[in-house]
């Protein structure tokens, strides 16, 4: 019978040990301790086959083909017998795996089958992931990843990712050790404080970036070995949470001020001493308040960058771009107004000011063809309530004070409405359709995720604008049908810019990150949309395409490291696309067995006859002579 292993370790790649095994205690001998580790963990992408036994091919995910080890692999691995008798082919197995999780009818349990396979087959869960995409994206990512943050205390099951907690403070680097990876070139990170439009769900949030790791490789082939998702656990001020007894996290209020900026310090610091100076680091979902801080505070000494602020907004700035080949004028023709001043509206607003300057606008010019709209009404320089902190003033106009988002987009008569608020139905059949009034071909994006805070339906887009509008959202939308024809509206989903810029800032080394990639990656992005997804109302290739987009946004970025002296891969490639190629996930099953190869018959040489030495003799005569 099969020894069953325990599991000690983290996540879908956990430390594992045999449950006989026991720790060698001072003057232990070999005959009470087994002399073989009973399970070896794969790390890296280079297998030692002097390390790895027969059984590790089953057990370890990274190794695991199921059914489809041929009878070769499996006779002399050990494990025939361990099998079924029938051999499959990965396409064999991919067929099993659309039907398997085309049984469930809820996403959450599709979620679940998704990441069971993970954890058993990890070649296989990324092919079926890269190439269903279009079927598999809201599953893994938004709307029904926010879902399974909601409900993470109750579906864990095993860790995906690390959690590093306030009370870990002083040992963080410690903690980083115990990740069994030691080559990890890019980590997602959030500290669970504002989960897409869902509030604070502390470390509840692991589930965001575990999914946007796995679109790293699913979408532009960034081995797996190489990411790490992380939770800073540092509390939570949801006190459904607190009081929840399935919560998972610190039952704490959340840590802030100085103590909570010299955790994250300290991160940084480990992140940067345990994996080097070039590790990426992504922010995902931190408080607006902590998001622009952190982005201004280490851009320039860490390789990192927000999704939230730069990756939303080179999605966005892509759908603008797009939108030019419809209505015909360029960006400084365009007025825009954004629902929401937070970091998603902050950082699109301020790419698009670096897209109208690359132009020819002027800066000045380029802030005031912006408005912004914050909770306590429109940005002007004379309200009474609230703050301009931070990077609201650049946007902050010398009008009245108006608070009614009906009225101001009456007044100031925008081309562009842009919605970033996580306040559902803010976009108004009445605010909709002076939106059509005002202009002949309207740009309407509601970008707020899940898709139960969008600003507004696609459905509402196109009836109250005569079918006119130019939408774009951020959770996908059915198809609208107006009259005789069907819109399919364009998802503008980050996932189109992170991967690929991810790509190219891990295999160049680069030091820092700065915002010419994002606009390069936007550029990109909207070059790949075709007249047909125009036609069809989308301002997005379709996802099917997105590895395409990730490699010419890849390419995009590492043409701009080197040009900017920011990569650290020497020497730069000349065949930058071929040089890519080459560092990519194979999602193919590869041979288990070992390499062999054959030696040159070695020529005949006559050799002395061999002369028993006496050494003992040798010894003896030299001590007479002594």
Request: charged share 20%; hydrophobic share 35%.
């Amino acid at each position: 019978m099969l020894s069953r292993p325990s599991l000690c370790g983290t996540v879908g790649k956990l430390c594992r040990c045999s449950a006989s095994a026991t720790a060698t205690a001072a003057g232990a001998t070999s005959a009470t301790v087994p002399a073989t580790r009973r399970y070896h963990e794969v790390v890296g992408d280079i297998i030692t086959p002097s390390q790895v036994r027969g059984i590790d091919h089953i057990r370890d995910p990274r190794l695991n083909k199921g059914l489809a080890f041929t009878l070769e692999e499996r006779q002399t691995l050990g494990i025939h017998g361990l099998q079924p008798a029938r051999f499959k082919t990965q396409e064999e197995q991919l067929q099993l795996c659309k039907i398997a999780v085309n049984r469930y009818t809820e996403p959450l349990n599709k979620y679940l089958y998704l990441s069971d396979l993970y954890d058993r087959n990890e070649r296989l869960f990324f092919r079926f992931l890269s190439e269903n995409i279009e079927d598999l994206m809201p599953i893994v990512y938004t709307p029904t990843v926010g879902l399974a943050c909601q409900r993470f205390g109750l579906i864990y099951r095993r860790p995906h990712g690390l959690f590093v907690t306030y009370n870990d403070r002083g040992h963080i680097f410690d903690v980083m050790k115990n990740w069994p990876e030691p080559n990890v070139r890019a980590i997602c990170v959030t500290d669970g404080e504002r989960i897409l439009g869902l509030g604070d769900l502390g470390a509840c949030g692991m589930g965001i970036p575990v999914g946007k790791l796995a679109l790293y490789t699913a979408l532009a082939g960034i081995k797996p070995h190489q990411c790490l998702p992380i939770v800073v656990d540092v509390g939570t001020n949801n006190i459904d949470l607190l009081e929840d007894p399935l919560y998972v996290g610190l039952r704490q209020k959340r840590v802030v001020g100085r103590e909570y900026d010299d955790f994250i310090d300290e991160f940084m610091e480990a992140v940067v001493r345990r994996y080097g100076q070039n590790t990426l680091i992504q922010f995902e979902d931190f408080g607006n308040h902590n998001a622009f801080r952190f982005l201004d505070k280490y851009r320039n000494t860490y390789c990192t960058f927000n999704d939230d602020i730069q990756g939303t907004a080179a999605v966005a700035v892509a759908g603008l771009y797009a939108s030019k080949r419809i209505t015909g004028k360029s960006f400084k023709d365009y007025t825009f107004l954004f629902a929401g001043a937070g970091e998603a509206a902050i950082g699109i607003a301020d790419l698009t000011v670096k897209a109208m300057v690359q132009e020819g606008v002027p800066i000045e010019e380029a802030y005031n063809r912006i408005y912004m709209v914050d909770i306590d009404g429109l940005l002007t320089k004379s309200r009474k309530v609230g703050n301009l902190e931070g990077h609201k003033v650049n946007y902050a106009k010398d009008v009245a004070p108006m608070t009614d988002l009906a009225e101001i987009v009456s007044t100031i008569k925008p081309s562009v409405l842009i919605g970033a608020s996580a306040a559902a139905g803010i976009f108004t059949p009445e605010i909709l359709r002076t939106m059509g009034d005002n202009n002949e071909r309207p740009v309407v994006f509601a970008l707020s995720n899940p898709t139960s805070k969008a600003e507004c339906t696609a459905e509402d887009a196109y009836k109250h604008t005569d079918a006119r509008v130019i939408f774009s959202s951020g959770s996908p939308f059915p198809p609208v049908t107006m009259g005789d024809k069907t819109y399919y509206p364009g998802q503008g989903n980050n996932a189109y810019i992170f991967p690929g810029v991810g790509l190219g800032v891990i295999c160049t080394g680069t030091h820092h990150i700065p915002d010419e990639m994002f606009l390069i990656a936007a550029q990109e992005l909207a070059n790949f949309v075709e007249p047909s997804d125009i036609e069809r109302g989308s301002l997005y290739p379709p996802l099917s395409s997105i590895r395409d987009v990730s490699m010419n946004i890849a390419i995009g970025v590492t043409k701009c490291a080197y040009d900017r002296g920011l990569a650290s891969t020497y020497p730069e490639p000349q065949d930058k696309r071929k040089w890519l190629e080459m560092q990519l996930y194979n999602f193919n099953y590869e041979t288990s067995m070992p390499a062999t190869w054959v030696w040159p018959r070695m020529p005949y040489i006559k050799t002395r006859e061999l002369v028993p030495t006496d050494l003992y003799g040798k010894q003896k005569k030299k001590e007479e002579i002594m």
